[in-house]
């Protein structure tokens, strides 16, 4: 089946060689006085041109400097779909500059960006979406868009957003949810998250498990996966043909069997027989998850009864070339075999 295809191809009339660009210092402050120019054609112009020269981290600090984020802030709203498309893959440029990301902080870029959340144009919805998400990589950005709120918004995007722009809103909540998980929770994030578990795309498969690990994390959240009966899902994501989902997968049980409530839910979803596959996972992190939730589920009587029989698969992990795997597999022998 075809899949849409977010097109970045401008209108034939948009030539950026056609941009004049001043001298040396000359050049951007007037390429800012055109971004404001009544003249859509100029305006459009001096944003083909301005795109290309803040790739330059001294350029990018010098536009921000002269005053440019205010003017870019405004053709966010500008009629013209050519001028909200480049306003918005400059200002992904910018923040890829560790001084842009500071400067959306400071400038308050967040808010008026995040009105592109239903622009008719994918293009620009994408470009807005990697700035968010570029921020979203620093604690303080996270902080930003959490304290914007934007988190019930992006989440409900996930429901009809296209795939490719999906992943760039899993990836920023992800870092948002490191920050803060009761504004996901409010606003049914688990539901939502749930439905993305059996997505065609790998990406937004181990994306989505990503996240109900992070929101897995504090108590309320623990308790709301059980309550969507979501265990039985990651329980099946175990055995998933990608090593990122089975990591995530078994990360996100991991968290969730801490309570009792989780734990009886993964033993009555058959947690366990795919575990122990995972013992001998090729990968280091799938190994040390799936030990880490053994450990868990092994806390509740009717699990420790069935794993007694499996100590020595358990313990052949014991020499695992992972300190942290080695370390992970002496707990779980010493939680499995406790006796009063």
């Known amino acids: 089946m075809a899949d849409t295809r977010i097109s970045a191809k401008l209108p034939p009339h948009i030539d950026p060689t056609k941009a004049p660009i001043a001298f ?8 800012n006085r055109e971004l404001a120019d009544p003249e859509l054609l100029t305006r459009q112009r001096a944003l083909m041109a301005l795109c290309d020269l803040l790739h330059d981290p001294e350029l990018a600090y010098k536009a921000i400097e002269i005053g440019c984020l205010k003017n870019l802030k405004t053709l966010l709203e500008d009629e013209d779909s050519t001028v909200r498309h480049k306003t918005t893959e400059i200002l992904y440029v910018l923040v890829t500059h560790s001084i842009g990301r500071f400067a959306f902080l400071k400038h308050d870029v967040i808010q008026p960006l995040s009105k592109l959340l239903d622009d008719p144009q994918p293009i620009c919805r994408k ?18 868009i959490v304290d914007a709120g934007l988190i019930p918004p992006l989440i409900e995007k996930l429901r009809t957003e296209l795939d490719e722009i999906q992943e760039l809103i899993l990836q920023t909540l992800h870092f948002c949810l490191l920050i803060n998980t009761e504004e996901a929770l409010g606003a049914d994030a688990v539901v939502v998250l749930k439905e993305k578990l059996d997505h065609r795309s790998v990406s937004i498969r181990s994306k989505a498990t990503r996240a109900i690990m992070d929101i897995s994390v504090p108590l309320e959240g623990k ?4 309550e969507e009966k979501v265990i039985p899902l990651l329980v099946k994501l175990l055995k998933d043909r990608e090593t990122e989902v089975r990591a995530k997968a078994a990360g996100a049980l991991m968290f969730a069997a801490i309570t009792t409530q989780g734990k009886y839910a993964a033993l009555e979803a058959d947690v ?17 998850n799936a030990i880490k939730t053994i450990t868990t589920v092994s806390e509740a009587p009717e699990g420790r009864k069935v794993l007694l029989d499996h100590v020595d698969w ?18 779980a022998i010493d939680i499995i075999t406790w006796k009063p």
């Open 24 to 31: 040396g210092d000359r050049a951007l402050p007037k390429l």
């Open 314 to 331: 358990i313990e052949d992990r014991s020499e695992d070339p992972s300190e942290a795997v080695r370390k992970a597999v002496k707990i």
């Open 223 to 226: 308790n709301k996966v059980c």
């Open 127 to 144: 470009y807005m979406h990697m700035a968010l998400e570029m921020l979203s990589e620093i604690p303080t950005g996270a902080a930003g």
């Open 272 to 288: 366990i027989k795919p575990l122990l596959v995972l013992v001998n996972d090729e990968s280091s992190e799938v190994r040390l």
